[in-house]
Nanobody
Framework: QAQFVESGGGWVEPGGSLRISCVST???????IGWFRQAPGKKRLGVSC????????NYADSVKGRFSISASTAKNTVWLQMENLKSEDTGVYYC???????????????WGQGTQVIVSS
């Protein structure tokens, strides 16, 4: 079973950019990988996912046009490029193996340590 290590988070001002990474360890990259965000005091919600076998992606309405997800099977890595960041993007970002198509993004019960993103001036 794949385990994931997230990295690349940090502090950025509103309007800034950040790219976070998710590396699959212990197994090849599952077909579907999703990014989730948990804001302080709130539930963990799906942000974006990719099925790297089909190339299909899914984005939450709140990040469409600003976030871009990509994957490399050679590097066992999925990235989330985040542009024009807003304060509401603040949270801990987690990745997980999930079902992914343009209409559906699955959930997971297995989580890593996540990577913290803070958007603030």
């Amino acid at each position: 079973q794949a385990q994931f290590v997230e990295s690349g988070g940090g502090w950025v001002e509103p309007g800034g950019s950040l790219r976070i990474s998710c590396v699959s360890t212990g197994a090849t990259l599952p077909y579907g990988i999703g990014w989730f965000r948990q804001a302080p005091g709130k539930k963990r919600l799906g942000v974006s996912c990719i099925n790297h076998a089909s190339g299909l992606t899914n984005y939450a309405d709140s990040v469409k046009g600003r976030f871009s997800i990509s994957a490399s099977t050679a590097k066992n890595t999925v990235w989330l490029q985040m542009e024009n960041l807003k304060s509401e993007d603040t949270g801990v970002y987690y990745c997980a193996a999930v079902f992914c198509d343009p209409q559906h993004m699955g959930d997971s019960q297995n989580w890593g340590q996540g990577t913290q993103v803070i958007v603030s001036s």
